[in-house]
């Protein structure tokens, strides 16, 4: 069973920072794109940013330059480094990931359960 899950969330101070980790698991042969999205309250969910295998980024349209999305093809864990953190940027966090699950080409796309993310004083 193919599962991606989060961590690093939790309350941080306006200015801080926090890196998030999103691990893939289980049965799969391959991943292509892996990113993060978020959610805040009353909001719709957005893209936050997105990686592909060869290393390549691509950012959300709200996203600032606060924001570095990262990854590691050896541990199939995607990362998400986020800095001068906001009230703004209150929300859970959701890691997504497109797996191939067998060499002949099956895919599917995972989210992970989400890891919330608040920033307060």
């Known amino acids: 069973q193919v599962q991606l899950v989060e961590s690093g969330g939790g309350l941080v101070q306006p200015g801080g920072s926090l890196r998030l980790s999103c691990a893939a698991s289980?049965?799969?042969?391959?991943?292509?794109?892996m990113g993060w999205y978020r959610q805040a309250p009353g909001k719709q969910r957005e893209l936050v940013a997105n990686?592909?295998?060869?290393?390549?980024?691509n950012y959300g349209d709200s996203v600032e330059g606060r924001f570095t999305i990262s990854r590691d093809n050896a541990k199939n864990t995607v990362y998400l480094q986020i800095n001068s953190l906001k009230p703004e940027d209150t929300a859970v966090y959701y890691c997504?990931?497109?797996?191939?699950?067998?060499?002949?080409?099956?895919?599917?796309?995972?989210w992970g359960q989400g890891t919330q993310v608040t920033v307060s004083s």
């Open positions: 997504a990931g497109q797996l191939q699950l067998t060499r002949w080409g099956l895919w599917r796309n995972y």
């Open positions: 289980g049965t799969f042969f391959s991943i292509s794109t």
């Open positions: 990686i592909e295998s060869s290393l390549s980024t």
